[in-house]
């Protein structure tokens, strides 16, 4: 018994030391994929591709809870995954760190934001609950979670594309309406929650079949990005790390060196933010397309909300707690 929670104090400890970059993307990348994703919709709206309100207001606020979905103590609350196999058995520091988690995937918490979203919320609750639910759709758009991998490790094994700032958004280029009607398209179709997490997922996924090129002392050769984010066996639930790192120059998978272009991990994070960008734009379309009057004099929301926030407390108040093997 001794022995068993040495190691769940190591695995915290691990975790914590981590807390800066075990994540998706970093806080400071979630904080830029949500203002992006606020500037898409009203470019949108500028070029008459939308209509509705603007989501600006409120776009400190969005970064605000969508941050602070990152915050430790919840993150070992709720563990930032898509659900898994049931049968599948947890191995390592995850089946250390399971006593400590409410539910070892998001899918009670962004359930339950749609949930409370659909029945109508005034501004002070849609955007609180619109700024956690981007986290989320953020996060699987980063092949660790959208496969998954479990996340720190023992060995520090982080693959280094959550702090990675070189992509390029919607942001710094100056596209014409005619350039964003395909984007501003598909930001405009109503989409669940469920829908958007299931469909960025899917994209994430393939997107690992793109093709790389990798050098190596006798030429070039020819790889895809998911040697560096391999998934799991069947019922093992969680993959594994490749190669490693992302951004490096050179890259060790298994026993073989290779040089990578910087520009390959450009335009790679540029496809993956760019749908993070358009999927969280989509998601402000479709919460706002359930707001509702502010019944009170002000509705300016709470600068901390726990009803938005997953802590252990929320998320028991939605359901008994799951057990996971």
């Given amino acids: ?120 919320l005034s501004p002070s609750e849609l955007y609180p609950a619109l700024g956690a639910a981007l986290h ?33 958004g919607y942001a710094g280029d100056e596209l014409s309406c005619a350039q964003l009607e395909s984007s501003c398209a598909e930001v405009s179709v109503p989409r669940t929650l469920g829908q958007l997490l299931s469909r960025v997922r899917a994209q994430t996924r393939s997107d690992l079949s793109r093709p790389l090129t990798m050098l190596r002392s006798d030429g070039a050769s020819s790889h895809t990005w998911g040697e560096f984010w391999t998934a799991g066996e069947p019922g093992t639930g969680f993959g594994e790390y490749g190669c490693r790192s992302y951004g490096a120059s050179s890259v060790r998978c298994g026993d073989q060196l290779f040089q990578v272009d910087q520009e390959e991990y450009q335009i790679f994070a540029t496809v993956r933010a760019r749908a993070a960008i358009r999927a969280g734009a989509n998601a402000i379309v479709s919460f706002q397309d359930h707001l509702v009057s502010c019944p009170k004099p002000s509705c300016e929301p709470a600068r901390d909300d726990a009803r938005y926030l997953p802590n252990r407390d929320t998320l028991q108040a939605l359901a008994p707690r799951t057990e996971v093997d």
């Fill in 1 to 120: 018994m001794r022995r068993a929670w040495l190691l769940v104090v190591l695995g915290l400890a691990s975790w914590a030391s981590f807390e800066g970059r075990a994540h998706a993307y970093s806080r400071c990348n979630h904080a830029r994929l949500t203002r992006e994703s606020v500037q898409l919709v009203d470019r949108c709206r500028a070029c008459g591709h939308l209509t509705g309100p603007s989501p600006a207001p409120f776009a400190e606020v969005l970064v605000r809870y969508d941050k602070q979905q990152d915050v430790l103590l919840r993150k070992l609350a709720l563990w930032h995954f898509p659900a898994r196999s049931a049968s599948a058995p947890l191995q390592g520091l995850a089946r250390w760190l399971l006593p400590f988690a409410y539910s070892a995937d998001f899918e009670v918490w962004t359930n339950a934001l749609w949930a409370r979203v659909k029945r109508g």
């Fill in 136 to 168: 989320y759709v953020q996060d699987v758009a980063v092949p660790a979670h959208a496969l998954p991998i479990f996340h720190p490790t023992f060995a520090s094994t982080t693959d280094d594309f959550d702090d990675y700032e070189g992509f390029r």
